[in-house]
Every structure is written in structure tokens, then in C-alpha cells.
């Protein structure tokens, strides 16, 4: 089967650094992506890795490594507008996209 | 650019009712997703269209839900009857065609619940 695993809730501090990580199991790949979904609101587009490494934008960076079929976001100076769900999916194919449950992510003062 | 539109926001019916869901897509898309989001949880495919072509629809039920998407732009999503479970948020999606990088941009939903 396919499958996406990722923490269900994740607690940090205004101002610091957190990082979200992503383990996939899927019969293919072609690509990984990262939304950002606040409550109530759509899900928004923050990255696409497809091949190996660091993807920098701004105070948002993704990595992937698809030897061990694994990614993190990583936030930087984290602001309370930060809190959300961070969802993760995977391509198998060139039409098919898997999506993972979500980490909440909950800012604190 | 007009982002992903669906209609209405919010819906709230009884059991055994039907409801349907509209969206437009962004100018330009090709390809069109409709997604069912229960509360906790990521999104459930339910539906793709390439153009007016169905592409997916492997988790559609499709002996209560149907999905059309006449001309290639606009589409609707409908259900018949409803079930208790059926109570989720309904989100309608476009990418410029359904390519491994293209990013899919999302409407804002329609949160449907079932008394």
C-alpha cells in the first residue's frame, strides 16, 4: 500500500525554529509537496522538492532525501500567524498525489 | 489571478437529502480535483478531471455521488442521498495540468453538515 506518516500535533515558541518531519512509503515518486492549511481555510502551496536536498524560501525550507524516502519543513523564526496544520504529499505517478493526515502546529508566546 | 471559486460556503441538510457543490476553476486549468476533508484529517481524493475527462475516480461512491464537468471549466459535485458520514468539508482544486511540479490552488470549501 501507500503511505504517509507525519506527527499529528507539534508545540514551539514565538521566534524559534521547528521542524516537521514526513516519512513516505508509495509504489513511485515523483515529487513531494508541502501545503500550509490554517482552521476553516484551504490548504495553500509552500514547496516542491524532486530531487535530493534543500529548498530554501524565506523563513520556510524543505528537504528531501528519496533513499530514505523521508522529508522535513523547516520554519525559522516562528510567528503566532504560523500556526496551522502542515500537510505533506507524495506523487507515486505523474496524476496521482498522496495526501498525509497533517501536523497541527500550535505557536506558543 | 481569480482563484478557485466553489459555492455555496456552508450547507447544511438532513440525512437521505441531496446537495450539490459548485466550482470554477482558475482560468486556464486543465485539471480539476474535487476532495473530501473530514475534520483531523488530510484531504480524500474523490474526483479528477483532465479537462472534461475523469481521470480518478477510484474513491467516488458512486452509488451517492456524482461529479460532472461539462465543457471543461466549471464542475459540480453531487450527492444523493446523503449520509450521517458524508459530513465533511468538500474542497474543489485546479493545477495547470495534472504534471508531477504543478501545484494544485485550492477554493475556500464548502463545509456541508448532516443532521
Known amino acids: 500500500g501507500q503511505n504517509i506518516d507525519q506527527p499529528t500535533e507539534m508545540t514551539a515558541t514565538e521566534g524559534a525554529i521547528v521542524q516537521i518531519n514526513c516519512t513516505y512509503q508509495?509504489?513511485?515518486?515523483?515529487?513531494l509537496f508541502w501545503y500550509q492549511q490554517h482552521a476553516g481555510e484551504a490548504p495553500t502551496f509552500l514547496s516542491y522538492?524532486?530531487l535530493d536536498g534543500l529548498e530554501e524560501k524565506g523563513r520556510f525550507s524543505s528537504f528531501l532525501s528519496r533513499s530514505k524516502g523521508y522529508s522535513y519543513l523547516l520554519l525559522k523564526e516562528l510567528q503566532m500567524k504560523d500556526s496551522a496544520s502542515y500537510l505533506c504529499?507524495?506523487?507515486?505517478?505523474?496524476?496521482?498525489?498522496?495526501w498525509g493526515a497533517g501536523t497541527k502546529l500550535i505557536i506558543k508566546p | 489571478e481569480a482563484g478557485v471559486a466553489q459555492s455555496p460556503r456552508y450547507k447544511i441538510i438532513e440525512k437521505r437529502q441531496s446537495v450539490a457543490f459548485w466550482c470554477n476553476p482558475i482560468s486556464g486549468h486543465a485539471t480539476l480535483y474535487w476532495y473530501q476533508q473530514i475534520l483531523g484529517q488530510g484531504p480524500k481524493l474523490l474526483i479528477q478531471f483532465q479537462n472534461n475527462g475523469v481521470v480518478d475516480d477510484s474513491q467516488l461512491p458512486k452509488d451517492r455521488f456524482s461529479a460532472e464537468r461539462l465543457k471543461g471549466v466549471d464542475s459540480t459535485l453531487k450527492i444523493q442521498p446523503a449520509k450521517l458520514e458524508d459530513s465533511a468539508v468538500y474542497l474543489c482544486a485546479s493545477s495547470l495540468e495534472g504534471g508531477a511540479g504543478q501545484p494544485q490552488h485550492f477554493g475556500d470549501g464548502t463545509r456541508l453538515s448532516i443532521l
Open positions: 522538492n524532486v
Open positions: 504529499a507524495v506523487r507515486p505517478s505523474n496524476y496521482q498525489l498522496i
Open positions: 508509495t509504489s513511485g515518486f515523483n515529487g
